[in-house]
């Protein structure tokens, strides 16, 4: 069974800075492009970040500049840092991994997402 499980969020003034992380664990093969997304109250869920396995990153205008995303493929992580943050940046963020499991079956998996609040 596959689990996705973030942690790292948290209450954070404006300006602030917040790093998330996310860790796949149990029976994979590969992992493809991870990423990261938020749903903000009253919003719909949105991109973030994603990075494919060899690095390449994209990010929503939004954060671009604020925000950055890394993963290390050994250990089967994805980092955000988040720097500048803002008021707007509050939401539940989730991690998202494209990944196969030891069966060969691919599939979209979830975390369970981490509370990011912005406030003074």
């Known amino acids: 069974q596959v689990q996705l499980v973030e942690s790292g969020g948290g209450l954070v003034q404006p300006g602030g800075s917040l790093r998330l992380s996310c860790a796949a664990s149990g029976s994979i093969r590969s992992i493809g492009a991870m990423g990261w997304y938020r749903q903000g109250p009253g919003k719909q869920r949105e991109l973030v970040a994603t990075?494919?396995?060899?690095?390449?990153?994209n990010y929503a205008a939004t954060v671009s500049g604020r925000f950055t995303i890394s993963r290390n493929n050994a250990w089967n992580t994805v980092h955000l840092q988040m720097i500048s943050l803002k008021p707007e940046d509050t939401a539940i963020y989730y991690c998202?991994?494209?990944?196969?499991?030891?069966?060969?079956?691919?599939?979209?998996?979830w975390g369970q997402g981490t509370q990011v609040t912005v406030s003074s």
């Open positions: 990075i494919t396995s060899g690095g390449h990153t």
């Open positions: 998202n991994a494209d990944l196969w499991d030891g069966a060969g079956i691919r599939n979209a998996y």
